[in-house]
């Protein structure tokens, strides 16, 4: 079958994967209302055209903090990418260096910052995770050393959100195989064959720290985070790394303001993709309460077309980031299946800002009238 869009490859996941990790990839938390409300809200959005304007040359780059991105694309921070494929950060990473986009890295990553920055010459950030103070501070130094140019600081995870596909399938910390879980991984021999036989992909950037606390492996794995991080640690924070620092996963406008009076140099509207908690509003409908907001948007969670990410620039984001799109190519054809899935999505905005008339993408914002039905 031919794969067209990020649905047909969400599908061609679904059956190359055994069932827990396509779960685990797919899913979201308690009753997936977030979830749902994420797509629900894109699809409500609707564009006007304006036409009768030269289109016959389009350009669908953006200005990021100096440099030309060729899309408004970020490869947004996931966990236990070797899940998909064997060394699948270093493979996502080499796709974003492919396209000239950026990649960032999760702290829960199965390659290591210092492996990531050997295997690719792209520009590459680091998601950062707080379990312990100074392990963080460890991380941090590293990806400075290692050369990642952004560090993004998620903030929606003071503890998981309820998993409840995982707790069904057992895949919980501590994760045993159960029969269950062998007779779906022995239905999935291309899975077996790359990724299972190699056992349970390990959490790379521990194994390489000079930690002494041997809970923070186990705080990772099941995500339990430090919850008193606050507004006085981000300041730490910000005094600690030098270059650009975003702040990742908020949906009140007075939090990012607050953040970027301390400095803060991006913001990153999300919902975590619906699986964090599940009462939220959708980022998309958020975002155009974020106008008085001083820094660049970022916005995710649930951007499945290449016209969602259209919307999301007319509604005031610089970027997109996009999670389970990308990771949907790379179970189906890792690195290329990556570059793949961005191509289209590339394509994708490129008529619809043919369609609307927006020679570039940018001129979206100002002349393109939205209408929210
Ligand atoms: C499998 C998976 C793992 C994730 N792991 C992390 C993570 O380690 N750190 C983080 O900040 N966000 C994580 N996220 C959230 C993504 O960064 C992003 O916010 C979300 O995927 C966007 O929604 P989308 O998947 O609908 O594009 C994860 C998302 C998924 C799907």
New binding site residues.
């Given amino acids: 079958m031919a794969l067209l869009n990020v649905e047909d490859y969400r599908q061609e996941a679904r059956r190359l994967l055994p069932r827990f990790v396509f779960d685990?990839?797919?899913g979201g938390s308690e009753d997936e209302l977030a979830?749902k409300e994420?797509r629900a809200a894109f699809e409500r959005i609707r564009l006007t055209p304006r036409l009768l304007n030269d289109v016959s040359v389009r350009d669908q780059g953006i200005d990021w903090f100096g440099r030309r991105l060729p899309s408004p694309i970020v490869i947004?921070?996931?966990?236990?990418?070797g899940l998909y494929r064997k060394d699948g950060d270093i493979l996502l990473a080499r796709a974003a260096a492919r396209l000239g986009i950026p990649f960032?890295l999760?702290?829960?990553?199965n390659n290591s910052i210092e492996q990531v920055a050997n295997a690719s010459n792209g520009d590459l950030w680091f998601?950062l995770?707080v379990m312990n103070r100074d392990f963080a501070d460890q991380l941090v130094d590293r990806a400075l050393v290692a050369g990642f140019s952004h560090l993004?600081l998620?903030v929606?995870?003071p503890m998981g959100g309820k998993r409840e596909r995982d707790e069904r399938n057992n895949f919980v910390m501590p994760f045993r195989f159960r029969p269950k879980t062998i007779a779906d991984v022995l239905c999935h021999p291309r899975w077996l064959w790359n990724v299972g036989r190699h056992g349970a992909p390990a959490m790379a950037n521990l194994a390489t720290a000079t930690i002494t606390d041997p809970n923070t492996q186990a705080a990772l794995l099941s995500r339990k985070m430090d919850a008193s991080f606050d507004w006085d640690d981000l300041k730490r924070l910000r005094d600690r790394w030098p270059r650009r620092l975003l702040v990742?996963?908020l949906l009140h406008s007075a939090d990012a303001e607050r953040a970027v009076a301390l400095g803060v140099d991006a913001i990153?509207v999300?919902?975590?993709?619906?699986?964090q908690l599940d009462i939220v509003p959708a980022s998309i409908s958020v975002l155009p309460r974020f106008s008085s907001v001083n820094a660049p948007l970022i916005v995710?969670?649930?951007?499945?077309r290449g016209s969602d990410i259209v919307k999301a620039i007319s509604l005031g984001a610089a970027a997109v980031?996009?999670?389970?799109?990308?990771?949907f190519g790379l179970a189906v054809g890792g690195e290329q299946g990556v570059v793949e899935v961005i191509k289209i999505l590339q394509s994708e905005i490129d008529r619809t800002q043919a369609l609307l008339g927006a020679k570039e993408l940018i001129q979206t914002a100002s002349k393109i009238l939205t209408d929210s039905e």
């Fill in positions: 685990y990839l797919d979830v994420n947004a921070p996931t966990g236990l990418n960032a999760s702290t829960a990553s998601q995770y993004v998620t929606d995870v990742k996963g990153v999300s919902n975590h993709g619906g699986r995710d969670s649930g951007i499945r980031m996009i999670g389970r799109a990308a990771l």
